[in-house]
């Protein structure tokens, strides 16, 4: 059997890849695969999912995120959109990585079949671009609240550039602390 799934390392940050999805195509609509362990583990990619999430989201602009788990539960997680779109944003928090405090965002849509794996140590949020946006999460790591922890969408220490002006944030989202690097 082919490989089902295309893997690019995104080389701006380091252990991020953008996976795109290799669409069978028919008369019925199209089959993909969208996760395998051979294929994750072949790649050194952590391969075993505990937990899966969605986020459903009403209006365009809103911001979820910028969140993380402290140590010792980082979680990796596959981020996709399943339906409408987002401006997905990565933030490296890798206090020994080349690309540390480095951000990388990418257009997550239910018409680009694009996902993104986000290892451990990276911060993860999301715009919505249209209403009605579904975004759908793959995670490597059982959610733990008492190691929840985030950075403010605006915090100055990354610079995040998002497509439209940003609501429908929580409080808690709009008032983490400044970042100290």
Known sequence: MQDLTCFQLHNDLSGL?????ELIKDKRGFFSRSFCETEFSNKNINSKIMQCNISQNNE?????GIHFQKSPYEQAKIVSCTQ???YDVIVDLRANSATYCQWYAIELSANNYKMVYIPEGFAHGFQTLEDYSIVFYQMFQH????SGSGVRWNDKAFNIKWPLRPKNMTIRDRNYSDFKK
């Open 143 to 146: 959610y733990h609240p008492e």
């Open 84 to 86: 409408g779109k987002v």
């Open 17 to 21: 890849f953008v996976i795109e999805l």
């Open 60 to 64: 365009k602009g809103t911001i979820r």
